[in-house]
Antibody, heavy 116, light 107 residues
Framework: QVQLQESGPGLVKPSETLSLSCTVTGGSISSFYWGWVRQSPGKGLEWIGS???????SYNPSLKSRVTISVDTSKNHFSLRLSSVTAADTAVYYC??????????WGQGTLLTVSS | EIVLTQSPDTLSLSPGERATLSCRAS???????LAWYQQKPGQSPRLLIYGASNRATDIPDRFSGSGSGTDFTLTISRLEPEDFAVYYCQQYGSSLTFGGGTKVEIK
């Protein structure tokens, strides 16, 4: 059974770059697409971006200028970097497996707070 | 960008009743590329339906999805206590967007 686990700093200062990692266990990161989704406190879901095991990416147009998603197949994990963060980026960040275009496996989520 | 509008915002029903949730797209969603998720407080979303009408693994058959083009529906035939949650639709026909959610609460 594939499982995903997010890891990150928990707190980031405004204007800095947020970095999160998602480790995949119970299966290979190859042969699938993977993605990041976030949820601001009390709000709905927002897709951030997705990538394939080969590294090809697609991003939410509203975040594209600040987002980089990358994969490390040797470590079976993929990462999210979001630059120039503000309080509006405070959210629970989920990593998930993408099948065609839907998300069939999700991590438990990690809360990222932007504050000085 | 395809905008998904879910209605109603909140649905107040009793266990055993039928729930009908709507998801309307600002333009046609190609190839039935629409999914539904359930999210309970403090939990990650759970995939229920993909391809507009296909149940995901281990999803009970009281959950069903239908629709095409711009109008999609999630139906829960008889609400069980564990079904009270927030439901989101998501399209993946053009980029990827989520609806704002419908909360199904106990009446």
């Amino acid at each position: 059974q594939v499982q995903l686990q997010e890891s990150g700093p928990g707190l980031v200062k405004p204007s800095e770059t947020l970095s999160l990692s998602c480790t995949v266990t119970g299966g290979s990161i190859s042969s699938f697409y993977w993605g990041w989704v976030r949820q601001s406190p009390g709000k709905g879901l927002e897709w951030i971006g997705s990538l394939s095991y080969s590294g090809s990416t697609s991003y939410n147009p509203s975040l594209k200028s600040r987002v980089t998603i990358s994969v490390d197949t040797s470590k079976n994990h993929f990462s999210l970097r979001l630059s120039s963060v503000t309080a509006a980026d405070t959210a629970v960040y989920y990593c998930a497996r993408v099948v065609v275009g839907w998300f069939d496996r999700w991590g438990q989520g990690t809360l990222l707070t932007v504050s000085s | 960008e395809i905008v998904l509008t879910q209605s109603p915002d909140t649905l107040s029903l009793s266990p055993g009743e039928r729930a009908t949730l709507s998801c309307r797209a600002s333009r046609s969603v190609s190839n039935f590329y629409l999914a539904w998720y359930q999210q309970k407080p403090g939990q990650s979303p759970r995939l229920l339906i993909y391809g507009a009408s296909n149940r995901a693994t281990d999803i009970p058959d009281r959950f069903s999805g239908s629709g095409s083009g711009t109008d999609f529906t999630l139906t829960i035939s008889r609400l069980e206590p564990e079904d009270f949650a927030v439901y989101y639709c998501q399209q993946y026909g053009s980029s990827l967007t989520f609806g704002g959610g419908t909360k199904v609460e106990i009446k």
